[in-house]
């Protein structure tokens, strides 16, 4: 294949394109913001569900605290009610008297026991409160923090897409005007050799593959028409000539 040594040396200008514009692409997947979104997330989830079962809990315990006052309400009017047929004379009978004072007595230390109960459960509701304001607030730090982590990716997004775009816009001009076969070919060899299909011939050495051509691939090289699209013999890419190769 021949190709003018101007197109030749414009299709490094082409591979310098496609270079940068992998390692926006590299730069892109590889953002530090990327893990650190992914671990606040991890950690946001595992807060969250812990605040949905501080709050859980302090519901049934309002509900359980609600009953247990409930009961106590009750079993104090049933001994209110109780001191008030004592006091009132209504009852006459020894055995009666004597079974209404014993209810009143059983009521007073049933009446303690729920009394007991409610405190222990107000216990346990401020302690799921305050471990549910804890969370609460450790939820909305780690929010802000997120947000903080987004905020920076998307902006380095907007950054990248910006430089890729005017990457894309120089290669779109610039493959414009070297011929079709020439361009065929390294595209093809992009996909061979790992994004890289055309290298300098830089002081003897192909830096493609780094490895610097042997006196007969020189002299080859050498005797070689300008125009004649040159392939290094080791890594097979299109080796470009410039004044700095040596020969």
């Known amino acids: 294949?021949?190709?003018?040594?101007?197109?030749?040396?414009?299709l490094l200008d082409v591979?310098?394109?496609d270079v940068r514009s992998a390692q926006l692409a590299h730069r892109r997947s590889s953002l530090p913001e990327h893990a650190e979104i992914q671990t606040l997330e991890g950690?946001?989830?595992?807060l969250r569900d812990l605040l949905v079962a501080s709050t859980t809990e302090e519901s049934d315990t309002a509900r359980e605290q609600t009953k247990a006052e409930h009961d106590v309400d009750q079993v104090r009017q049933r001994a209110a009610r109780d001191q008030q047929r004592l006091d009132s004379g209504a009852v006459s009978s020894p055995k009666d008297l004597e079974n209404l004072q014993r209810e009143i007595v059983s009521l007073a230390k049933r009446q303690g026991d729920l009394e007991d109960v409610?405190?222990?459960v107000m216990e346990r509701r401020e302690s799921a409160q305050e471990r549910a304001a804890e969370l609460t607030g450790r939820v909305a730090s780690l929010e802000a923090k997120l947000a903080d982590a987004a905020t920076r990716r998307d902006a380095a997004f907007a950054e990248?897409?910006?430089e890729s775009a005017a990457v894309a816009k120089e290669r779109e001009l610039t493959v414009a005007t070297l011929p079709a076969d020439l361009l065929k070919l390294y595209d093809k060899l992009c996909q061979q050799q790992g994004g890289v299909g055309a290298a300098r011939l830089f002081q003897r050495r192909c830096e493609g593959c780094r490895l610097e051509l042997?006196?007969?691939e020189l002299n080859e090289v050498r005797a070689a028409a300008p125009d004649t699209v040159v392939r290094c013999e080791n890594c097979l890419r299109i080796l470009v000539r410039t004044p700095e190769s040596g020969l």
């Open 1 to 10: 294949m021949n190709a003018a040594p101007a197109d030749q040396i414009r």
């Open 15 to 17: 591979q310098a394109l």
């Open 43 to 46: 950690d946001l989830a595992q």
């Open 118 to 120: 409610v405190l222990e």
């Open 160 to 162: 990248m897409e910006t």
């Open 214 to 216: 042997n006196i007969t």
